[in-house]
């Protein structure tokens, strides 16, 4: 992907685009490449780096929800497993089968947890991954030595899958450039334009370089996330608002905290909610939270609050438990929930992950709730909706067997130049090519966007990144044709992110 290549695309206003999707996290580049693979001429436009807000911030799960099948949301965890299955199949490269274990801590829980879970295999169906297995408490101890087994009575090894979020998103802005869509970061969407009364296009404006570009569409797509009510509030100012926001975070620890290669899953604490603990890229990644009423914005914070209850959580199921000294990164992501109707606040765990199509009467069309996994699902509605509503050509939905876009620059880097081949810090699994390639094939604009996105530097370990942020830095400005006083405000962004 070329930035450059693909603001020449929106440059002549005269040019009317079949669908103009406005965000560019996993629902707003699923409904491009469901729009593009149907033929449609397609842009979208992100006001910062694609998955900077919810998507790259989940607990990095694409599975059916066990919690969702606790509250007996059947079609929710059906249509989540045949979702699963088909981007393990589409995105290998990218999706990997991750082996669960349920502890159990009163006599009969073994039985129940592993009941729920045999059910959990069959509405998989032919799309599942290995079956749900009962534990016996020596089994449980030799997968997981540091947990706590006082009165430790067995435990439920079952299946889903893990990904990495902010690299899936990338892999569907390529997706959907292959189709030939256009897709540009950076691009914020400053008004709607209207001719009796329906939305006709809208103008945004270049965040990096000021400029502005008016933009003519048949239908007009509102795939914002948490920002969802104020685009919609772009086309009518009157417009209530429905997305309930919910914060959740992260804490990452060493992985001698788990060490295995299981994932942990507690399925109720003592106010309801549901914790993973999940070894991710070397590191044991431990969420999440539920907290309601955060302000949105694009960087949430995390409460110190949230991240005590992490601690405090962790400590009661590990013999060896962390301290705050330990905590290594956090972060922080707002759930764009959908509000039901005629309320506002509450137990924000309590609210439905099912998506929700709206279209107003100037026929903005928004999609807001769902969740990860069932991305590709949510945007087949998205477009049906959009070729109905712009009466554009009817082509049926090629997704579901659409291979994901594979990335093949970073190995080639390093092999070509020998100091690229280098790891970019000892805390990393990740090469200094991969700086590069994220600056030359990715759209990464700033430094932010290759140690938070395209790689996960600032995700996993913040000391370490603010150790690498220099030369990650220079290699970007080389790649970029940037100078030291970019470099230097670079770093300096880069060092209040990792403040505690």
Request: charged fraction near 25%.
């Amino acid at each position: 992907m070329n930035r450059e290549k693909m603001l020449s695309q929106i440059e002549d206003s005269s040019i009317k685009w079949d669908i103009v999707i406005i965000g560019g996290g996993a629902t707003g580049l699923g409904c491009a490449v469901d729009a593009a693979a149907r033929g449609l001429r397609t842009l979208l436009l992100e006001q910062g780096d694609f998955s900077q807000g919810t998507s790259s911030r989940s607990t990095k799960l694409i599975h059916g929800g066990v919690r969702y099948l606790q509250q007996g949301d059947i079609p929710m965890v059906r249509d989540s497993l045949r979702e699963r299955g088909h981007l393990l199949k589409n995105a290998p490269h990218l999706v990997n089968p991750l082996p669960f274990v349920i502890p159990a801590y009163r006599w009969y829980e073994p039985y129940y947890y592993t009941f729920g879970m045999k059910a959990y295999d069959m509405l998989s169906g032919k799309l599942g991954i290995d079956p749900s297995l009962l534990l016996s408490r020596d089994d449980v101890i030799e997968k997981f030595p540091n947990l706590k087994n006082d009165g430790l009575t067995g435990g439920t090894l079952y299946w889903d899958a893990q990904f990495d979020d902010a690299r899936m998103v990338v892999a569907l802005a390529r997706t959907a450039a292959n189709e030939n869509a256009c897709v540009l970061n950076y691009l914020k969407v400053d008004s709607l334009q209207k001719e009796n009364d329906q939305i006709t296009g809208l103008v945004a404006t270049d965040q990096l370089s000021g400029s502005e570009y008016t933009i003519n569409a048949k239908a007009v797509i509102n795939a914002t996330g948490i920002f969802a009510d104020s685009i919609r509030q772009l086309d009518d100012d009157k417009a209530s608002e429905i997305i309930e926001p919910s914060q959740g975070i992260h804490i990452i620890l060493d992985a001698s905290f788990l060490s295995t290669d299981h994932a942990i899953m507690i399925p109720k604490t003592d106010d309801g909610r549901v914790l993973f603990a999940i070894p991710w890229h070397g590191h044991l990644m431990f969420g999440t939270t539920d907290t309601p009423d955060v302000p949105i914005e694009l960087e949430p914070k995390p409460l110190e609050e949230e991240i005590e209850y992490l601690i405090e959580h962790a400590g009661r199921y590990l013999q060896k438990a962390p301290t705050r000294a330990d905590v290594l990164s956090v972060f922080a992501g707002i759930r764009p929930l959908v509000r039901p109707a005629h309320t506002k606040g509450g137990a924000t765990s309590k609210i439905s992950r099912d998506h929700h199509i709206d279209v107003s009467a100037a026929g903005l069309i928004t999609i807001v709730g769902g969740k990860w996994t069932t991305y590709r699902h949510m945007a087949e509605d998205t477009i049906d909706q959009a070729i109905k509503s712009a009466s554009l050509p009817a082509k049926a939905c090629p997704t579901l067997d659409l291979e994901i876009h594979r990335s093949a620059e970073r190995e080639p880097l390093a092999q070509e130049h020998a100091e690229l081949n280098e790891v970019l810090h000892p805390e990393f699994e990740y090469k200094k090519a991969a700086i590069v390639a994220a600056a030359r094939h990715e759209m990464a604009q700033t430094l932010d966007d290759a140690l938070s996105r395209r790689t996960r530097c600032l995700l996993l370990n913040k000391k370490a990144t603010l150790e690498a942020a220099p030369e990650a830095a220079r290699l970007m400005a080389e790649e970029l044709g940037k100078d030291q006083v970019w470099i230097d405000e670079q770093i300096t962004l880069i060092s209040k992110s990792c403040k505690p």
